[in-house]
Nanobody, 125 residues
Framework: QVQLVESGGGLVLAGGSLRLSCTAS????????MSWFRQAPGKEREFVVG????????STADSVKGRFTVSRENARNMVYLQMTVLNVEDTAVYYC??????????????????WGQGTQVTVSS
């Protein structure tokens, strides 16, 4: 059974940092681009940051550039999202997703075939 399980969400003060983890099971992330999306209340889900299967190409949304970093640990079948200088606009449910696209990470949801259930990140002022 294929699963992606996010963890590490919670409540953080503006300006703070948080690290999310995504654990994959039922498949190997080796052959997949891995990305993070988020959905804020009342808004559509949006691409945040992604890392290619080989780890050599990164795509990052302008809204989080310089603040969010994605990494992967293929041996442990895990992906991470390091978030720094958080602001209230970063409040959302964060989702981990896997795409069979090998090159630069796709930013469109339809290119992703596996999704986690999401973890809530709340940034308070």
């Amino acid at each position: 059974q294929v699963q992606l399980v996010e963890s590490g969400g919670g409540l953080v003060l503006a300006g703070g940092s948080l690290r999310l983890s995504c654990t994959a099971s039922g498949f190997s992330i080796n052959g997949y681009s891995m990305s993070w999306f988020r959905q804020a209340p009342g808004k559509e889900r949006e691409f945040v940051v992604g890392l290619s299967a080989g780890g050599d190409s990164v795509s990052t949304a302008d809204s989080v550039k310089g603040r969010f970093t994605v990494s992967r640990e293929n041996a442990r079948n895990m992906v991470y999202l390091q978030m720094t200088v958080l602001n209230v606009e970063d409040t959302a449910v964060y989702y981990c997703a896997a795409s069979p696209r090998l090159m630069s990470p796709a930013q469109k949801e339809y290119e992703y075939i596996y999704w986690g259930q999401g973890t809530q990140v709340t940034v308070s002022s």
